[in-house]
């Protein structure tokens, strides 16, 4: 009986659960953001459709090939949003694969079921459920596994030139993505080092150029004076307090100050075991810390005045997932090489504080799932009072008056919720 117990799949539990939960709570309305999508879907139905806008900003992000991909699904599926819940499922599903690479080339060896099964718990973890269910956040995972394979194109690729080259186009692409991208073009800066010293660079230049670019292009030219300003050291505190609440966000979103604590014990327990490897694992172990950080400071900076809960945002954990990946890994090679009572003890930890995560984000599930539900409701029902005061559920809008008619372009192209209706 153990032997079949040992070989079954389990690594594919995970995948395969989360999967099932996402067809189970799904609901066909677009969400708050959702909605700026349906100008660019009107332009193009209407034959007047102009690349240009989709260079523009929103909210600082540049989200080019998000855009790209939501408007040819919607064209495709007549703006079923379960296709984008399922692209970003997709992109997922590569990023797993490359995680899997990533950490067997960290080891020198294949990986064992119960890491396997380890990776699939984080790559598929519920603390990220509003990437799961929101339809408008596969920005979010596509990044993710752009950025993992400029990643494998520096550690994998031999040739200098190819590598740098699939490296940039991959972290342009990925900062077209989503602006939590960004930190990218300086996280790989020990991978280069480890690599040849002078590409560090023209590597440098580069990324000078592009975050120019992107600058100007996003509207971040005026930020200057804000940015000159230097901050006083109760917010330099504040700012630090949040990187390591947002760095723990993955395995311990469930209280603020335990992912604070979790974020901490990670960077200590990253270092300290990247330490005591090779030049190489430490290169990529410190890029993946670099990159975690640089993302989650980036995401205090501009979202720390909406309040602490925004640190804690289940769609915030996503891009943390390498560095707990190769801390998961570094971990679990020191146990099989050595079980000590100390490794196992934190190895135990962590693994209790990501399902205690897991079990607290299924609320995130269900409220999202019933605010579609009821966002359902007042579109079927928009011609009523009802419909009306139901509609901010999934329309914020401050202008009422366009929240209704976007609702009624819905129904006149029979999109999304109206999709099945006679003409």
């Not at 007047?48 to 900003?57: G, K, T």
């Not at 090939?65 to 699904?73: D, F, S, Y």
């Not at 200098?160 to 972290?171: M, N, P, S």
């Not at 990324?207 to 600058?215: E, G, M, N, V």
């Amino acid at each position: 009986m153990s032997r079949p117990i040992a070989l079954f799949p389990w690594h594919w539990l995970p995948p395969l659960c989360t999967l099932a939960l996402v067809l189970l709570l799904h609901v066909d309305v677009p969400y708050h953001d959702q909605w700026d999508l349906l100008p660019l879907l009107d332009a193009a139905l209407r034959n007047e459709f102009r690349w240009a806008d989709l260079l523009q900003p929103h909210n600082g992000h540049i989200l080019l090939l998000p855009k790209l991909v939501m408007l040819a699904l919607a064209l495709l599926t007549q703006w079923n949003t379960l296709a984008e819940v399922l692209f970003g499922f997709l992109c997922m599903l590569g990023s797993w694969r490359l995680i899997q690479a990533m950490a067997a080339q960290l080891l020198s060896r294949p990986l064992l079921l119960s890491e396997k099964t380890v990776l699939s718990l984080l790559v598929f973890s519920w603390s990220q459920a509003q990437n799961w269910l929101w339809g408008w956040q596969l920005q979010i995972p596509l990044a993710l596994l752009l950025l993992l394979c400029g990643f494998a194109a520096l550690q994998r690729i031999r040739h200098d030139g190819t590598a740098i080259l699939l490296a940039a186009l991959c972290g342009t692409a990925a900062m077209l993505s989503f602006a939590g991208s960004l930190p990218f073009w300086v996280a790989v800066l020990p991978l280069l080092w480890q690599r040849r010293r002078w590409l560090v660079i023209p590597w440098l230049l580069l990324c000078c150029l592009l975050l120019f670019a992107y600058a100007s292009i996003a509207g971040m030219a005026d930020a200057g004076d804000a940015a000159a300003a230097l901050p006083d050291a109760s917010e330099i505190l504040r700012h630090l307090r949040n990187t390591l609440a947002l760095l723990g966000n993955l395995v311990a979103r469930f209280n603020f100050n335990a992912a604070i604590v979790a974020g901490f014990c990670g960077v200590a327990l990253l270092l300290w075991q990247a330490w005591l490897r090779s030049a190489t694992v430490r290169a990529l172990s410190l890029s993946v810390l670099l990159f975690a950080a640089g993302t989650a400071l980036l995401v205090s900076l501009t979202r720390s005045g909406l309040g602490d809960e925004q640190m804690l945002a289940s769609r915030y954990g996503t891009l943390t997932l390498p560095f707990w990946v190769v801390l998961a890994v570094l971990l679990s090679d020191a146990i099989h090489s050595k079980v000590q009572p100390m490794r196992l003890a934190i190895a135990g930890c962590l693994l209790f504080s990501l399902l205690a995560s897991q079990a607290y984000s299924w609320q995130d599930f269900y409220q999202l799932h019933r605010r579609l539900e009821r966002g359902a409701v007042a579109l079927q029902q928009i011609d009523t009072e009802q419909g009306r005061k139901l509609l901010p559920v999934i329309n914020p809008r401050s202008d009422r008056e366009r929240a209704l008619q976007e609702v009624l372009l819905l129904r006149q192209y029979r999109l999304s919720a109206f999709r099945d209706n006679a003409p």
